[in-house]
């Protein structure tokens, strides 16, 4: 017997706000990135596609600009 998981409605960050992601607000970024330093998922997070897409350009900009790390080691 296959069970679903219901998805919780949640709604968009940025929506809410009004604004759109910049890889200049490094702190806001810093939210949507596991303690891995991976991107977290729309299922995780809550974002919609639109703001999502900006999401991974805006962090992978914010990497390239060595605002937030490629990889967090543990230690």
Do not use: N, W
């Not at 296959?2 to 919780?8: A, E, G, V, Y």
């Not at 995780?44 to 350009?57: E, F, M």
Request: with cysteine; glycine share 2%.
């Amino acid at each position: 017997m296959l069970k679903r998981q219901i998805k919780k409605y949640q709604d968009c960050f940025f929506c809410i706000e009004k604004k759109a992601p910049s890889f200049l607000e490094y702190e806001i970024l810093a939210r949507f990135i596991s303690e891995r330093g991976k991107i977290l998922p729309r299922s995780r997070t809550g974002i919609c596609s639109k703001h999502q897409r900006k999401l991974t350009l805006a962090v992978k900009r914010a990497r390239y600009l060595a605002l937030l790390p490629f990889i967090v080691r543990p230690e």
